[in-house]
Each structure stands twice: as C-alpha cells, then as structure tokens.
C-alpha cells in the first residue's frame, strides 16, 4: 500500500512556492514571456506517472491564458515529489490536511487521484493567496493563478473564472 501525506505535501509546495517568488529574478530564463513585464500568470502543473511532480512557472507573456506553454519549462520549474509517482496503483492511504475528507467508496483510480492532487495543489495556493502571501511587487494586479494536471485531466479554475476564482490578490472594497 502507498501512503500519502497530503498535509506535508502542500507544506512543501507551499514552500516551494513562496522560495521562488521570494527569490525572483526578472531576468530569469525559464520564465514565459518579456523580462520588462509583469508576472500575470502563475501556471502550476502535476503529473503523478511521470516521476511524480509539481511545477511553477511564471508567465510575464500579454493576455496569458491557460494554453499549455507552461509546460515547455518543466525541467527547470519543477519540484520532485517522488512519493506522487504511484506507477499505476491505486492502492493508497491517505492522511488529509481536511479532517472532513472523504476517500472515494469504490477506492481510488486515476481519475479520483488527479483530483486528489490536483485539490492538494489549489488547497495550498489558495490557502496562501488568503492569507495575503501572494502580493508580491512583480505580479500584476490582475495576476492570477491555475492548476493543471501534466495530461489535461484536471484543471482549476475554469477557463472563463481565471481571472476571478484564480485572483492572486483577493478583491477587497478598495479595489485590491
């Protein structure tokens, strides 16, 4: 049986995550788009077959969407989650950072699997996003963030709520 920890896994990402924006460079090579622009678009990405993994990168492209390039940066994007890479089992245990949480009945398969990390990884962003950690000087004020499975079987949010449901910054009264 393979035993996941999810409430470590987001602390690692969230980690991550905070490690990379804390240290960003505008000059970097592995980001998308202009090095004069600002980051719109933070796109993270997972893959549980392929070596098990969480991406970030950073999009400074005009009008970035969820178009797939993010993954052309993988290599240098990436955090290693080698316990992620389940080899086609399914026989799991999970220990959940939502003491509600609920495995699936039936157990698990590779689509119950996909939303599990893939609402590990939203979890954690927005987690972070609401307690105010991702209002950094480089992002720009409409910046938001999506998550994607590496094969396309998850994605949040949905195409048309990006910019709402995916905010970076929350929306406060004063325009924030």
């Not at 950073?58 to 994007?77: F, Y």
């Not at 989650?81 to 959940?96: N, S, T």
């Not at 000087?137 to 409409?142: G, K, R, V």
Request: aromatic letters at 14%.
């Amino acid at each position: 049986m393979h035993k996941l920890d999810l409430l470590r896994d987001q602390c690692q990402i969230q980690q991550y995550v905070w490690d990379r924006l804390d240290n960003y460079e505008p000059e970097w090579e592995w980001a998308l788009g202009d090095v004069d622009r600002k980051v719109s678009l933070i796109s993270t990405g997972f893959s549980f077959e392929q070596n098990g993994w969480f991406a970030m990168v950073l999009d400074r492209r005009p009008r970035a969407q969820c178009d797939g390039e993010w993954q052309s940066l993988i290599a240098r994007n990436s955090l290693p989650m080698p316990h992620w890479d389940l080899k086609g089992e399914y026989d799991i245990e999970v220990a959940h950072y939502n003491p509600k949480w609920k495995p699936p009945k039936n157990g698990f398969d590779e689509d119950s699997v996909t939303q599990l990390f893939g609402e590990t990884i939203r979890d954690a962003i927005l987690h972070m996003r609401d307690q105010g950690a991702l209002k950094y000087p480089f992002l720009a004020s409409n910046a938001a963030f999506f998550v994607e499975e590496h094969e396309g079987r998850y994605g949040w949010p949905e195409y048309k709520a990006l910019r709402t449901d995916g905010r970076c910054r929350l929306k406060t009264n004063r325009g924030g």
